[in-house]
T-cell receptor
Framework: DAGVTQSPTHLIKTRGQHVTLRCSPI?????VSWYQQVLGQGPQFIFQ???????GRGNFPDRFSARQFPNYSSELNVNALLLGDSALYLC???FGSGAGQPQHFGDGTRLSIL | GQQVMQIPQYQHVQEGEDFTTYCNSS?????IQWYKQRPGGHPVFLIQ?????EVKKQKRLTFQFGEAKKNSSLHITATQTTDVGTYFC??????????FGAGTTVTVRA
């Protein structure tokens, strides 16, 4: 079975632009979470979606938004990009919605803001 | 939100030696997870601990949950070059949010 897949793998944008990152969960997993990982730090929780509904949001500005589709894939959108948004964006899927579920991560999208 | 402190931040180990990394919380935890991230890779789930005083082993890795459920440790015996990477502990602050520690980055001297 395929693992969590994310696209694109790398992305370069300039300040003020908008970006959309995509994630396909492991087959059968209904929960998708998004994390931001800055170099040298642990992943920081952005969103969790379960059964197409937002279940939780981390301490990120409204420029960050997400959605989950009927096939459980998900998109993360970031508007008005700032230099500080440069990071590895990780998607993780799990079968259930609880944070106590083991998270299965994709390889991430490395976003660079110039 | 829930915060955990991981120590040490860096661990430089001679191949074949043992080492331990720790994860500490000021509040009682419902459970704790451990992940490993190889350089350039993504976090990979290793284990989840739920019960007070729980000890679980995976080959050369031993995971322990403190009696008060406020701390956890990961002990690796006979370190190998394959153990290189960053080890994160992660805790649930509520039903949906998983909070990661800053990690312990392990390098191995052959």
């Amino acid at each position: 079975d395929a693992g969590v897949t994310q696209s694109p793998t790398h992305l370069i944008k300039t300040r003020g632009q908008h970006v959309t990152l995509r994630c396909s969960p492991i087959s059968g997993h209904k929960s998708v979470s998004w994390y931001q990982q800055v170099l040298g730090q642990g992943p920081q929780f952005i969103f969790q979606y379960y059964e197409k509904e937002e279940r939780g949001r981390g301490n990120f500005p409204d420029r960050f938004s997400a959605r989950q589709f009927p096939n459980y894939s998900s998109e993360l959108n970031v508007n008005a990009l700032l230099l500080g948004d440069s990071a590895l964006y990780l998607c993780a899927s799990s079968f259930g919605s609880g944070a106590g579920q083991p998270q299965h991560f994709g390889d991430g999208t490395r976003l660079s803001i110039l | 939100g829930q915060q955990v402190m991981q120590i040490p931040q860096y661990q430089h180990v001679q191949e074949g030696e043992d080492f331990t990394t720790y994860c500490n919380s000021s509040t009682t935890l419902s459970n704790i997870q451990w992940y490993k991230q190889r350089p350039g890779g993504h976090p990979v789930f290793l284990i989840q601990l739920v019960k007070s005083g729980e000890v679980k082993k995976q080959k050369r890795l031993t995971f322990q949950f403190g009696e008060a459920k406020k701390n956890s440790s990961l002990h690796i015996t006979a370190t190998q070059t394959t153990d290189v990477g960053t080890y994160f502990c992660a805790v649930s602050s509520n039903d949906y949010k998983l909070s990661f520690g800053a990690g312990t980055t392990v390098t191995v001297r052959a």
